[in-house]
């Protein structure tokens, strides 16, 4: 079992899901895509999460984002906690939930981590670009529910910083100012910035959000 790192190829895989059988890189065609995984079904953490997830499907969509979960339950059994799901959270469930029963995906993946639970995945997040290279990996624990306020803000940050060349500080939300990637000297970053360049120390300037 390999570890996947940022720049990896996210490995592809065949899975039944609640949504039918589905190819991950069929599914996410030209998109952005997050993959995120849950310990089991009818769990109250997990059940909160894909609830939040539903919710959030509109902002995931507005910035070409697919969703895609993971639990190491069956078919009948993602069926009836997504009753469950959208009875308890008040929303419906909008996106595929994979059944890894043969540890497959989560295998692949490296979403088991012995230390922590022999046959449970951790929260495992995956952020992969259209290219299908990983973006970005978050690990949780178990007992640990993701923050999805937190999941849209990285993800303006990629892409942002995918096609502009600059990074995001801490904190960082869409429309705040950003830095200047090191590598652009001063002068031509004042030419490449038209909202200008703020220079607090000569590796450390910052412009305003080019997209906002």
């Not at 990896?8 to 998109?31: C, H, I, M, R, V």
Request: net charge negative; charged share 25%.
């Amino acid at each position: 079992m390999a570890t996947i790192r940022l720049g990896d190829k996210a490995p592809d895989f065949t899975a039944q899901s609640s949504e039918g059988q589905l190819n991950f890189y069929e599914y996410l065609g030209d998109s952005w895509g997050i993959l995120f995984s849950h310990p089991a079904d009818f769990t109250p953490v997990c059940t909160t999460e894909l609830g939040t997830a539903a919710k959030f499907k509109d902002e995931f969509d507005k910035r070409n984002v697919k969703m895609i979960a993971l639990s190491v339950d069956g078919i009948t059994s993602h069926q009836e906690w997504i009753k469950d799901i959208n009875d308890t959270q008040k929303t419906t469930v909008n996106f595929p939930i994979i059944a890894d029963e043969d540890k497959k995906v989560s295998d692949l993946y490296d979403m088991i981590h012995p230390n922590a639970d022999d046959t449970q995945t951790v929260r495992s997040v995956y952020i992969v670009a259209p290219d299908k290279t990983v973006k970005l990996i978050l690990t949780y624990p178990a007992s640990t529910g993701r923050n999805f306020h937190e999941l849209l803000r990285v993800i303006d940050s990629l892409q942002l910083t995918a096609y502009h060349k600059v990074a995001t500080p801490a904190n960082w939300k869409h429309g705040e100012k950003v830095v200047v990637s090191p590598s652009i000297p001063t002068d031509e970053a004042k030419e490449m910035f038209s909202g200008g360049v703020e220079e607090i120390r000569p590796y450390l300037r910052l412009t305003p959000d080019p997209t906002a």
